[in-house]
C-alpha cells in the first residue's frame, strides 16, 4: 500500500506481472475511486466546457465521450479529463485525484460569466473499472449490466449507475461510477466471481505501454498537450478556449521540446527523471520508464529538445553511474485493442 | 516466512556475504527479493573494481523500482554473475545460490559488523 493524493492505495494485491497480464488476456479490475467527478448543468454548460475544455464537444450526441486538457493560458496543463455527454446542458467530468483540488479551483475561477451549477461530486463517486478483453462477459453475466452494444468512448445511465465504455489500459474495458456502497457490491460480485484485483503498480505499467500519459508524468503546467504529441485532442478550429492562441503559437512554431518513446538495447531500466544525452550532452528526461511487460524491452517515455525527436534518432540514457545507447521510436510499445 | 540461511553474513539493507576463506560472495537475501517483486535486471560492478563498505555497488531492479546494492563488505570484485544479464529472475528463484559479485575481501574483521543468519531473521520480523 502506498499513500496516494489523500488515498491510501495498493501498488499491488499480488505481483505487478500477474495482474498486468490478466488485463491484457482476461480481465482485471481496478478500484479508481480515488479519480475526481465535477457535473456542469446549467443553460450554459455546453459553452463552457467548450471554454475550459481542449476538445470539441459542440452538437455531440448524448452519451458521447470526450478525452481532451483543460490547459492555462500560456497553453500548459492543467489536467487531462474525460468529458461525458450525459445530456443537452449537463456534464460530467472525470478529473485526476491529484488535481482534484486545483482543478476544482480553476474551474470556480473559469466560471464567471457563465450560468452553471458545478458541483464536485468525488466524494460521492466510487469509481470501479473492468479492463479486459473478458470485461463485457463480465459486465452483463456478474453484474448483470447489460453494455454489449456500447461503442467505445460512450456512456449510458443504469438506474442512477453510470457506465462507460471507457479505460487507462489500452484494453477494452468498462468503468463503472456510483455510491460507495454500489460500487463496493460490484467489487465483491467480481472478486467473487474470480476476476483479478489490480493495483496501481499495473495501472501505470498498462497505460505505459499503449502510450497513454499520466499528469505529473507527461503532461503538467510546464508540459502542453502539443509537446507531448496529444494535438489529435486540441480542436483549433473551436472559437475559442482557454489556452488557444497559445497552443496554436507552439503547433505553428513547432514545440521546443517533444515527448517520444525510447527503446533501450541493453535492460537497465530507464526511469522518471533520468537524463537523456546525445554525444554526451543533455538533450532531455525520462518521463515514464519501464522494462516493458508485454513487449520484453526496456523502453520510455522521454521529454526531448525537438531537434532529437526524429524517429530513429541514436540517443543515450544516464541510468546511475552508466550511460546506456538508446534509440527514438514511436512511443506506443503495444497496440491497443479497443473494441470500435 | 522468508528464507534466511545459517553460515552467512547479513547487512540491514538485505545483502548476504557467503564466505569462504579470503573470497566473499554477495547476493541479497530471500527477503529482499520477496520484497522487489520479479527481479528485470541486475545492474552489476566490473571485474576488478573496488567497492567499499556501506558504499552503493549496483542496483536490483524490479517492475516496481530499482533498489541500490549497498556494499557488506569492502574488496575487490573478482567475478560478477553473468548469468543474472539473461536470466535476472534467478535471484528470485534462488537469491542464495544465485550470488551477485564474488569479492576478494579487504578486511574480513567488517564481518563483525553484520549479523548472523538469527540475528537477521529477528531483523527481518521487526
Known sequence: MAPFANFCMPIQYRNIQLEHLAVRHKCGLFDVSHMGEVTVKGQDAERYVQHIFTNDVADAPVGKIYYGMM????????????????????????????????????MQQQAKGFDIVLQDRSEFYGQIALQGPEAEQRMEEVLGLPCREMAFYTCKTIDGVIVSRTG?????????????DYIQRCWDKLIDAGVQPCGLGCR???????????????????????????GMFVKFDKPEFVGKEALAKQKAEGPAKKLVGIEL????????????????RPIGEVTTGYHGISVDKSVCMALVDAEYAVLG????????????????????????SYKN | ????????????????????????????????????????????????????????????????????????VSGTVIEVNDALDDQPELINQ?????????????????????????AYAKFCEK
Open chain 1, 204 to 230: 501505470d505499467t498498462l497505460r505505459f505501454e499503449v502510450g497513454l500519459p499520466l499528469y505529473g508524468d507527461e503532461l503538467s503546467e510546464e508540459i502542453s498537450p502539443v509537446m507531448a504529441g496529444l
Open chain 1, 71 to 106: 490547459c492555462y493560458e500560456n497553453g500548459g496543463t492543467v489536467d487531462d479529463l474525460l468529458v461525458y455527454k450525459m445530456g443537452e446542458n449537463d456534464f460530467f467530468l472525470v478529473i485526476n485525484a491529484a488535481n482534484i483540488d486545483k482543478d476544482w479551483a480553476w
Open chain 1, 265 to 280: 538495447e541493453d535492460k537497465a531500466i530507464p526511469r522518471h527523471g533520468y537524463m537523456v544525452l546525445k554525444d554526451g
Open chain 2, 1 to 72: 516466512m522468508a528464507k534466511v540461511i545459517d553460515g552467512l553474513f547479513y547487512s540491514e539493507s538485505h545483502e548476504y556475504v557467503k564466505v569462504e576463506g579470503n573470497i566473499g560472495y554477495i547476493g541479497i537475501s530471500d527477503y529482499a527479493q520477496h520484497a522487489l517483486g520479479n527481479v528485470v535486471y541486475v545492474d552489476m560492478p566490473d571485474v576488478d573494481d573496488e567497492i567499499e563498505a556501506g558504499e552503493e555497488f549496483g542496483a536490483v531492479e524490479s517492475v516496481k523500482a530499482a533498489s541500490d546494492l549497498f556494499a557488506p
Open chain 2, 94 to 118: 534462488d537469491p542464495y545460490e544465485n550470488w551477485i559479485v564474488k569479492v576478494e575481501l579487504s578486511d574480513k574483521s567488517q564481518l563483525d559488523n553484520l549479523m548472523d543468519a538469527k
Open chain 1, 168 to 180: 487507462y489500459t489500452g484494453e477494452d474495458g468498462f468503468e463503472i461510477y456510483a455510491s460507495h
Open chain 1, 313 to 336: 534518432t541514436e540517443v543515450e540514457i544516464q541510468i546511475r553511474k552508466k550511460v546506456f545507447p538508446g534509440k527514438v521510436v514511436k512511443k506506443q510499445f503495444y497496440h491497443k
